[in-house]
């Protein structure tokens, strides 16, 4: 009896991690007020700058050449660069979680890498592996190959920059998969190819989606690694994020920020379908874990 009311008083009392009603409200209005702060009065001020003179001249900004050029470029380096992290982001996932080999936590560090390193020191390492003092700069534009102040200089840096979001989000999740599915799959006479698109395709595609939808915002928004190797010539090799700096340093500002909220919009959707993502990707997991 008297055990039972020790334990009765025990239950009664409250949880030790918890917190009162007046903390809670505190703590959610610290962090409402912390992204407002860092979220919100920044969004706002961006779009209250873009059209601060009217439609009319944020429109005229966005239709201008140069403005039109940067975007045009923006949306040719992300057409490159997010398949072919797409296709490494797969091959690399693929291999670490379904296979032993010897230098896998090697190259489980080069993924990682880029995240370790600022983007303008990876954009000066291919000022150094293709400028005018190096080998392969001279021996390329020898046959005519532009690599540094051209188009391939800015998909190269901005394929190392982004080319780890795919494969972090894969590599975990095919890990918790297991092989278990692949395995059932041979067993029953499927080849690699058939395994691979119609078994380990389906159960990664929510994750594979929201790897390449963070490697797309990072690549559209990338600025350190390409302000190095594009030398920032105006309507040539100015992405969006470069024109937004070299518009506000002229100061004009309004075609600035009318620029900027493309990316701001960029953002807006991508935290959107982050979001849908996410959700799919969680009951993915759960799903796999009761499997």
């Given at each position: 009896?008297?055990?039972?009311?020790?334990?009765?008083?025990?239950?009664?009392?409250?949880?030790?991690?918890?917190?009162?009603?007046?903390?809670?409200?505190?703590?959610?209005?610290?962090?409402?007020?912390?992204?407002?702060?860092?979220?919100?009065?920044?969004?706002?001020?961006?779009?209250?700058?873009?059209?601060?003179?009217?439609?009319?001249?944020?429109?005229a900004a966005l239709s201008s050449k140069d403005a039109q050029a940067a975007i045009r470029l923006t949306a040719l380096v992300s057409l490159i660069a997010v398949p072919l992290n797409?296709?490494?982001?797969?091959?690399?996932?693929?291999?670490?979680?379904?296979?032993?080999?010897?230098?896998?936590?090697?190259?489980?560090?080069?993924?990682?890498?880029?995240?370790?390193?600022?983007?303008?020191?990876?954009?000066?390492?291919?000022?150094?592996?293709?400028?005018?003092?190096?080998?392969?700069?001279?021996?390329?534009?020898?046959?005519?190959?532009?690599?540094?102040?051209?188009?391939?200089?800015?998909?190269?840096?901005?394929?190392?920059?982004?080319?780890?979001?795919?494969?972090?989000?894969?590599?975990?999740?095919?890990?918790?998969?297991?092989?278990?599915?692949?395995?059932?799959?041979?067993?029953?006479?499927?080849?690699?190819?058939?395994?691979?698109?119609?078994?380990?395709?389906?159960?990664?595609?929510?994750?594979?989606?929201?790897?390449?939808?963070?490697?797309?915002?990072?690549?559209?928004?990338?600025?350190?690694?390409?302000?190095?190797?594009?030398?920032?010539?105006?309507?040539?090799?100015?992405?969006?994020?470069?024109?937004?700096?070299?518009?506000?340093?002229?100061?004009?500002?309004?075609?600035?920020?009318?620029?900027?909220?493309?990316?701001?919009?960029?953002?807006?959707?991508?935290?959107?379908?982050?979001?849908?993502?996410?959700?799919?990707?969680?009951?993915?997991?759960?799903?796999?874990?009761?499997?």
């Amino acid at each position: 009896m008297a055990m039972a009311t020790r334990l009765s008083a025990r239950s009664s009392r409250a949880n030790p991690t918890s917190e009162s009603r007046a903390m809670r409200w505190l703590l959610i209005a610290i962090a409402m007020a912390f992204m407002a702060l860092v979220l919100l009065l920044p969004l706002y001020a961006v779009f209250h700058e873009a059209f601060s003179k009217g439609v009319g001249t944020f429109l005229a900004a966005l239709s201008s050449k140069d403005a039109q050029a940067a975007i045009r470029l923006t949306a040719l380096v992300s057409l490159i660069a997010v398949p072919l992290n797409l296709v490494f982001g797969l091959a690399a996932s693929w291999a670490i979680a379904k296979f032993e080999f010897r230098g896998k936590a090697f190259l489980i560090t080069l993924i990682d890498l880029p995240f370790s390193i600022s983007p303008v020191i990876s954009g000066l390492v291919f000022v150094l592996l293709f400028g005018a003092g190096s080998v392969l700069g001279p021996f390329l534009k020898s046959y005519g190959i532009e690599v540094l102040f051209a188009l391939p200089g800015i998909v190269l840096a901005t394929i190392f920059v982004t080319f780890p979001f795919v494969a972090r989000e894969l590599i975990p999740l095919m890990q918790d998969q297991g092989t278990g599915d692949e395995e059932a799959a041979l067993s029953l006479g499927a080849n690699g190819w058939q395994t691979f698109f119609r078994v380990t395709l389906p159960n990664i595609k929510w994750g594979l989606l929201y790897g390449v939808l963070l490697c797309n915002a990072r690549a559209m928004g990338e600025f350190g690694a390409v302000a190095v190797v594009s030398g920032k010539i105006r309507g040539q090799t100015t992405t969006i994020p470069l024109q937004v700096e070299m518009l506000y340093n002229e100061y004009n500002a309004t075609a600035a920020f009318a620029l900027a909220s493309l990316l701001a919009l960029l953002a807006l959707v991508t935290l959107v379908l982050k979001s849908v993502l996410e959700w799919r990707f969680s009951a993915e997991i759960a799903a796999g874990g009761h499997r």
